[in-house]
Nanobody, 123 residues
Framework: QVQLVESGGGLVQPGGSLRLSCAAS????????MGWFRQTPGKERDFVAA????????YYADSVKGRFTISRDNAKNTVSLQMNSLKPEDTAVYYC????????????????WGQGTQVIVSS
């Protein structure tokens, strides 16, 4: 089973950018699609973006489309989320996860969750 560790969160002003990274351990990383979710207190985890196992065919939540870009490097066992034009409503804990079903946006179809990294967008 893969273990995931997110990093790169922090405090950023509206309109700014952050790049989140997720490092995976284990030999099976490249066998699975990967995704990013986010969660605010008292709410379920919301889908943000996902990418297939080869690094292609990304898909995004409508709320981040055109602003966020997901990518992966199978040689380095990493998946990243470049976040541009950040808005206060992007404030959340961001999680990466391994997908069991490419194309799904349901958190129940993802597993091996990392511990999360906090993103705060505020002036």
């Amino acid at each position: 089973q893969v273990q995931l560790v997110e990093s790169g969160g922090g405090l950023v002003q509206p309109g700014g950018s952050l790049r989140l990274s997720c490092a995976a351990s284990g030999r099976t990383f490249s066998n699975y699609p990967m995704g990013w979710f986010r969660q605010t207190p008292g709410k379920e985890r919301d889908f943000v973006a996902a990418i297939n196992r080869n690094g292609g065919s990304p898909y995004y939540a409508d709320s981040v489309k055109g602003r966020f870009t997901i990518s992966r490097d199978n040689a380095k066992n990493t998946v990243s989320l470049q976040m541009n034009s950040l808005k206060p409503e992007d404030t959340a804990v961001y999680y990466c996860a391994q997908s069991r079903l490419y194309g799904s946006r349901r958190w129940t179809d993802f597993g091996s969750w990392g511990q999360g990294t906090q993103v705060i967008v505020s002036s």
